[in-house]
């Protein structure tokens, strides 16, 4: 693979992951649900209507 093939690769790779996780934030507000994140080094739990 080239250079700029691997690039392209990478940015599908993490617009994939953005996709994603839209999608679960999404789906936890319709179902009322918690995410657990991490922010600065601590574990929290978040209710995905606060996202």
Not at 5 to 32: D, V
Request: aromatic fraction near 0%; glycine fraction near 8%.
């Amino acid at each position: 693979m080239s250079e700029i093939e691997i690039k392209q690769m990478q940015e599908k790779i993490n617009a994939g992951i953005l996709l994603a996780r839209k999608r679960l934030i999404e789906k936890t507000k319709k179902e009322g649900g918690e995410l657990v994140i991490m922010r600065e080094g601590k574990i929290l739990h978040v209710k995905a209507s606060e996202i």
